[in-house]
């Protein structure tokens, strides 16, 4: 079982930086392909970045070039460097994981989520 804590959320100017970070409870972290989702709203949560256990990454067309998606396999934490933030980048962010089974991302496990909010 793989339990998962975001942090570093909170309120920021337009332009401004946040950095999530989300730590992994359980042995298997360094095997999990990770990543962030957001929801905004009365929208539907969307894929904002992953991660594989490769360190290989993938973004949003929304996030590329302002934000970047780490992990620290050995503090078992996956970070969210978000600059340039925009309005539009408000949301509830949340991290998950999982492992990828014939090709498919079982991202099973899910974070609480954590508030992001950009002011302009």
């Known amino acids: 079982q793989v339990q998962l804590v975001e942090s570093g959320g909170g309120l920021v100017q337009a332009g401004g930086s946040l950095r999530l970070s989300c730590k992994a409870s359980g042995s298997i972290f360094r095997f999990n392909d990770m990543g962030w989702y957001r929801q905004a709203p009365g929208k539907q949560r969307e894929l904002v970045a992953t991660?594989?256990?490769?360190?290989?990454?993938n973004y949003a067309d929304s996030v590329k070039d302002r934000f970047t998606i780490s992990r620290d396999n050995a503090k078992n934490t996956v970070y969210l460097q978000m600059n340039s933030l925009k309005p539009e980048d408000t949301a509830v962010y949340y991290c998950?994981?999982?492992?990828?089974?014939?090709?498919?991302?079982?991202?099973?496990?899910w974070g609480q989520g954590t508030q992001v909010t950009v002011s302009s």
């Open positions: 991660i594989t256990s490769y360190f290989s990454t």
């Open positions: 998950s994981a999982g492992p990828v089974v014939a090709g498919t991302w079982k991202n099973d496990y």
